[in-house]
């Protein structure tokens, strides 16, 4: 019993060793899935390698991007406020002037009827020549 227990163990550790996979020196094991990267290829390290630093690479542009459209938003809405800012103050003014000609024309008016109310009454104070 012995024997053949020993026979299977070994017949187990050949088949294990038979089907283990591993890549060459130099390579890396990529892609697949699961623990084993079932499916997985063997690739030269130092194109893992690359592969990593562009990834890098473009999350950090990517980042800068990101960055440098947010600063252009937030300039764009300054530029939006005081345009705003501007439109409200030129607004504002253009009232002011609107009422300061209403109130001279009231001041012109009023002006106006003193002037003929004093005219009405120096005509009949006047006497009449006959």
Known sequence: MKK?????AAGMFSLLSA???ACPQGTTLTGGTGPNHKGG???AAATVKHQAQMTKNEAGQAQQHAAKAKHEAVKAEQHRTAAMQKDVKQA???QAKAAAETNAAKHEAAKAKTAAAHAKMDAQHTPAKP
């Not at 053949?4 to 299977?8: A, D, G, K, Q, V």
């Open 4 to 8: 053949i227990s020993t026979l299977f």
């Open 41 to 43: 290829k063997c690739v």
């Open 19 to 21: 089907t283990a996979f």
């Open 92 to 94: 504002s003014h253009e």
